[in-house]
């Protein structure tokens, strides 16, 4: 089994009190997935991925506002409280609106033109762009796509072969649909705006990687030329080391763990989904490092199966999914 660790980045949200900032910082202050498009997708026009120095430099920009929002939060979450889904996404996406939107100083220098725009043919909807920003600097025309993805890796850890909870949605197929099909813009009509040209096209991927424990070191050497070497990671398998206590995440711990959960011991039975384990004696600035494991119930018919072996002493008696 492989030796679980934390993930090599440093966790600045773990810094803050409140559950709302500490996820707005993980919003900025995250490392991305990519680093470079993989050799097999080639962007038919300049698609940029924001590096970590981009996310670092903002993080670092706006700390003295987040610490602001940590001694009072209620901007913060009047502004979430007005979402009408839970899903991790739509909360990410939500969470780099407010900081685009904050003009309480000169925090960054865009303008969060327009966000959620439906682009219809005649009058069906054949897509829908995140973002439109107007950069103060370059005074150009920003298309930003969010994307917020945790995978499971299997196999050669190749980028149709790193799965989310749908057993359709795989990195390469996100990959794919990103640049074939959200960045066909070239136009778009904004209400009260006029109709802009796009300059600049941005696509950001941010979440964690679960790596399987039997991971060979020639497959992850592989993905040094695509993955940002600096990306989150976990591990995921079946069983949960007795070397570390656990406790099940809830939904939007996926994002930031809570610093004093109800329940910190290792749970009596497994259950599909997200794992957060206590390490003794890790802490980076006085914060303890979370680790993070996925667990794959055996007795769901799972696209992992097909590569991994089940250890034979495995048998979970929950068969629930994890629905986010």
């Not at 930003?144 to 749908?166: D, I, M, T, V």
């Not at 890790?282 to 992992?304: F, G, K, L, T």
Request: hydrophobic share 35%.
């Amino acid at each position: 089994m492989t030796v679980l660790k934390p993930s090599p980045s440093r966790f600045e949200w773990l810094n803050f009190r409140q559950t709302a900032v500490r996820d707005l910082a993980f919003a900025l202050a995250s490392p991305p997935l990519l680093c470079q498009w993989p050799t097999e997708f080639i962007p038919q026009r300049t698609i940029e991925l924001p590096d970590h120095q981009f996310w670092q430099s903002h993080y670092q920009r706006y700390l003295p506002r987040l610490r602001a929002l940590d001694d009072d939060p209620t901007e913060l979450n009047q502004s979430l409280a007005k979402l009408s889904s839970s899903r991790l996404g739509i909360r990410f996406e939500a969470l780099l609106s407010f900081w685009l939107n904050d003009h309480s100083n000169h925090w960054h220098d865009f303008e969060l033109l327009a966000k959620n725009i439906q682009l219809k043919d005649e009058k069906r909807t054949i897509g829908e762009v995140d973002f439109i920003i107007e950069n103060k600097l370059t005074h150009e025309i920003e298309h930003w796509e969010l994307s917020l993805k945790f995978y499971l890796g299997e196999g050669a850890l190749q980028p149709y072969e790193w799965r989310g909870l749908n057993d359709r949605d795989t990195f390469g197929r996100k990959i794919k649909h990103t640049l074939q099909k959200q960045f066909n813009v070239e136009r778009i009509h904004l209400p009260e705006l006029g109709e802009k040209t796009i300059n600049k096209r941005v696509a950001i991927f941010k979440g964690r990687l679960f790596y399987p424990d039997q991971v060979l070191d020639s497959a992850k050497e592989s993905l040094a030329n695509w993955l940002h070497p600096d990306h989150l990671q976990g591990t995921w398998g079946y069983q949960l080391p007795s070397e570390i206590n656990w406790r099940r995440a809830a939904r939007r711990e996926w994002l930031t763990p809570e610093p004093t959960p109800l329940q910190q011991i290792k749970p009596t039975y497994l259950i599909h989904g997200l794992y957060l384990g206590t390490p003794i004696e890790q802490a980076i600035d006085d914060q303890i490092n979370p680790i993070e494991r996925m667990i794959r119930v055996p007795s769901h018919n799972y696209p992992y199966r097909k590569t991994y072996t089940v250890p034979t002493n495995c048998k979970p008696i929950a068969q629930k999914q994890l629905n986010i």
